[in-house]
């Protein structure tokens, strides 16, 4: 199992120990937000600006953040293996990418981007974002957070199926198994004939979809989880 294809599916857990919360744990976003008003496209249609400060500050927490050891396993094993193994996030922050991993697909979207709400262009951004400021493409003042809102369709799906599809091994790490289609991933998976391991601190929505689950903090479990695969 450890030479086959192995597709790897984050959620927020992933970046939890680096200071960014989650969305359902105890103190989660969700349990702050109303997430109908600040990751639907009604709430940015209705404020605009509540919205952007939403995703200012988490911008900014995610500048602020490092990479955690999980991040950093993740990316040894992408990178020693880049045509063997894929990760997939849910998450929205950088920090695969800052722990040096290439290639990671964002199904959620990414902080560090803004999209033009008129004409669709994306592009880079770091800095905070503010209703009204212009689109580089078409000039609009439409410039909204690179991000997949609640209703609206993920990022990459033909990809991903395609993957799931030809996977010997599928891993989740650090996801609840409560928002669709990341969710069904592991049914999808193995109805492929993948083996399924999940990584979590505890038991989730979908833990019996999986053959195998470990327990335990990502910081530890990932990195030994990596040495196995990498025989080390
Ligand atoms: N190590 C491992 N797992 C952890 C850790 C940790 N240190 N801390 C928390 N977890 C686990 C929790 O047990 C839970 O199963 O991470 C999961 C976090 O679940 P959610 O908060 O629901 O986050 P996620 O599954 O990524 O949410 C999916 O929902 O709101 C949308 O778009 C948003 O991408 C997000 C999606």
Same mark, same amino acid.
């Given at each position: 199992?450890?030479?086959?294809?192995?597709?790897? =599916?984050?959620?927020?857990? =992933?970046?939890?120990?680096?200071?960014? /919360?989650?969305?359902?744990?105890?103190?989660?976003?969700?349990?702050?937000?109303?997430? /109908?008003?600040? !990751?639907?496209?009604?709430?940015?249609?209705?404020?605009?600006?509540?919205?952007? /400060?939403?995703?200012?500050?988490?911008?900014?927490?995610?500048?602020?953040?490092?990479?955690?050891?999980?991040?950093?396993?993740? !990316?040894? %094993?992408?990178?020693?293996?880049?045509?063997?193994?894929?990760?997939?996030?849910?998450?929205?922050?950088?920090?695969?990418?800052? !722990?040096?991993?290439?290639?990671?697909?964002?199904?959620?979207?990414? =902080?560090?981007?803004?999209?033009?709400?008129?004409?669709?262009?994306?592009?880079?951004?770091?800095?905070?974002?503010?209703?009204?400021?212009?689109?580089?493409?078409? *000039?609009?003042?439409?410039?909204?957070? +690179?991000?997949?809102?609640?209703?609206?369709?993920?990022?990459?799906?033909?990809? #991903?199926?395609?993957?799931?599809?030809?996977?010997?091994?599928?891993?989740?790490? *650090?996801?609840?198994?409560?928002?669709?289609?990341?969710?069904?991933?592991?049914? +999808?998976? !193995?109805?492929?004939?993948?083996?399924? =391991?999940?990584?979590? %601190?505890?038991?989730?929505?979908?833990?019996?979809?999986?053959?195998?689950?470990?327990?335990?903090?990502?910081?530890?479990?990932?990195?030994?989880?990596?040495?196995? #695969?990498?025989?080390?």
């Amino acid at each position: 199992m450890s030479d086959g294809r192995i597709v790897i =599916l984050t959620g927020a857990g =992933l970046s939890a120990e680096s200071g960014l /919360g989650t969305f359902r744990d105890k103190d989660g976003l969700w349990t702050k937000y109303d997430l /109908g008003e600040v !990751a639907t496209p009604e709430g940015f249609a209705a404020d605009p600006a509540k919205v952007h /400060g939403f995703y200012n500050a988490r911008r900014r927490n995610a500048r602020e953040a490092a990479p955690n050891p999980a991040h950093e396993a993740l !990316a040894r %094993l992408v990178n020693a293996r880049p045509q063997m193994v894929t990760l997939i996030t849910q998450n929205v922050d950088d920090l695969l990418e800052r !722990a040096g991993a290439r290639g990671v697909i964002h199904m959620h979207g990414e =902080l560090m981007r803004a999209k033009c709400a008129a004409c669709g262009a994306n592009w880079e951004q770091r800095e905070d974002m503010t209703p009204g400021d212009p689109c580089g493409s078409c *000039g609009a003042p439409a410039i909204r957070p +690179d991000i997949v809102w609640f209703g609206e369709y993920p990022y990459h799906m033909e990809a #991903i199926w395609d993957l799931l599809r030809a996977a010997d091994l599928f891993v989740a790490i *650090g996801t609840s198994g409560q928002v669709y289609p990341a969710a069904a991933f592991v049914q +999808d998976a !193995a109805r492929a004939g993948a083996d399924t =391991l999940e990584l979590n %601190l505890e038991d989730t929505e979908v833990s019996h979809d999986f053959a195998q689950t470990r327990r335990g903090a990502a910081s530890q479990l990932v990195p030994a989880w990596v040495a196995e #695969i990498l025989g080390e």
